[in-house]
């Protein structure tokens, strides 16, 4: 697989970020030659490893609500119109299917209205990029809602369900996407995956929008368009990355080995020998000793029954599937979460006792490891957890600049 860097000699395009988090999206669509001009988010710790990786950019620390085009524009010193795009996913936590409660008067829900405010006031991009969740497509008349909100601010928009494990990231993670333009003579289409994962849409819509013919290996009967590459394996993304123990590691340390696969290339290429964000959160010695009876790819199941949690005793070996789950190196990562707890999935290192390092998620959310994380370890995994894959952003971003090119 090639995961390399692009670099642009021709125009740089620009554009602004809402709900920016710590920078997964801008840095996709950095590495398609664009440049972000600005980012906005009310997560304090996400505003500032924006600002540590995109220091040109302006960044606004506050609600959105609180945001305007005329304070935007000026601060940036661009007209309007001349944004290229305005990306933006707000807060998912309303649509997710995995939400406790799915509500469309979570007010969560309705905040991509200020992203559209924004666009009507003045900035006026030629090209909007909204992504969330796939639940959003089964809440009822919300997408709905959200393409006509565009469509009335003048943009033209259509929509299709990506899964990151496609495009070279080593994890199953769908999320949707919405692209709009105002331009009329502007032709858009959605990066065609250049993986396949075993991973099937399970969820409202999945059937329809998704690239259904990347979900399972090719037959071998398949035409020659459709032969994709494997997934991209644990051991391919992470498996250069110093061991260090059960809450330990460094925020700066140095690899100790060379990369063995074009993905660690990727990752590496503009680190130098300084790793960052290599550490982890110090897990329990009760957890610890879990830990040491899960193989790869298992999960509580393999942990004696004596050294369960109390709650997990009463349990059916049907449920909690991912818990305890430790990764497997010749397989890809499940969704990686705001939190590697034990609790919650599978993010037991492979080969080692403790949860993987927030280097090592970030490498699982396809974060070149020149990008540093600020903040507290707890920090540091929200940003990463709620971040849009990079390599994802990218096969999009790459498709935004072919139609803009075409302009």
């Known amino acids: 697989m090639s995961t390399t860097v692009e670099s642009h000699s021709l125009k740089e395009f620009l554009i602004g970020d809402l709900f920016c988090g710590a920078g997964g999206i801008a840095e996709g669509f950095r590495q398609a030659g664009f440049r972000s001009v600005f980012g906005n988010d009310f997560d304090t710790a996400a505003c500032r490893t924006f600002a540590e990786n995109f220091p040109a950019a302006k960044v606004y620390d506050c609600p959105i609500q609180d945001l305007t085009a005329e304070r935007v524009l000026s601060d940036v010193g661009i007209d309007e119109g001349e944004l290229d795009v305005l990306v933006g996913g707000p807060p998912c936590q309303g649509f997710s299917v995995n939400a406790p ?105 999945g059937g329809a929008y998704t690239f259904t013919h990347a979900i399972g290996a090719p037959a071998d009967d398949a035409p020659l368009a459709h032969w994709l590459e494997p997934p991209l394996t644990i051991a391919e993304a992470i498996g250069d990355l110093p061991a260090v123990p059960n809450g330990g590691g460094a925020q700066e340390m140095l690899y100790d ?125 929200r940003q990463v957890g709620n971040a849009v894959p990079v390599l994802l952003a990218r096969a999009v971003a790459q498709e935004v600049r072919a139609a803009l090119e075409m302009t």
């Open 101 to 205: 409660v799915r509500s469309a008067e979570d007010q969560r829900n309705h905040l991509f209205r200020h992203y559209v405010r924004l666009v009507l006031e003045g900035i006026r991009p030629k090209m909007v990029v909204f992504e969330n969740v796939p639940g959003l497509v089964s809440m009822g008349d919300t997408l709905h809602d959200v393409s006509e909100a565009f469509s009335a601010a003048g943009y033209r928009v259509k929509f299709k369900i990506l899964n990151a494990a496609h495009y070279g990231v080593p994890q199953d993670r769908w999320r949707l996407l919405i692209i709009g333009t105002r331009l009329p003579e502007l032709a858009f289409s959605f990066p065609e995956p250049k993986h396949y994962s075993t991973r099937r849409a399970n969820f409202r819509g």
């Open 257 to 381: 080995g060379n990369p063995t696969s074009s993905f660690q290339r990727y990752c590496r290429r503009d680190a130098g020998d300084q790793l960052f964000n290599h550490q982890g959160a110090r897990m329990s010695p009760i957890n610890v000793e879990r830990f040491s009876h899960v193989p790869p790819g298992g999960s509580w199941r393999d942990i004696p029954f004596d050294l369960l949690p109390e709650g997990m005793k009463r349990a059916r070996r049907s449920d909690h599937t991912r818990r305890y789950g430790r990764l497997d190196p010749d397989s890809i990562s499940g969704t990686v979460l705001t939190k590697c707890d034990p609790h919650w999935g599978t993010f037991v290192h492979y080969n080692q006792d403790r949860i993987i390092t927030v280097r090592e998620a970030a490498r699982i959310q396809s974060f070149p490891d020149a990008f540093r994380f600020t903040g507290s370890i707890t920090e540091q995994y």
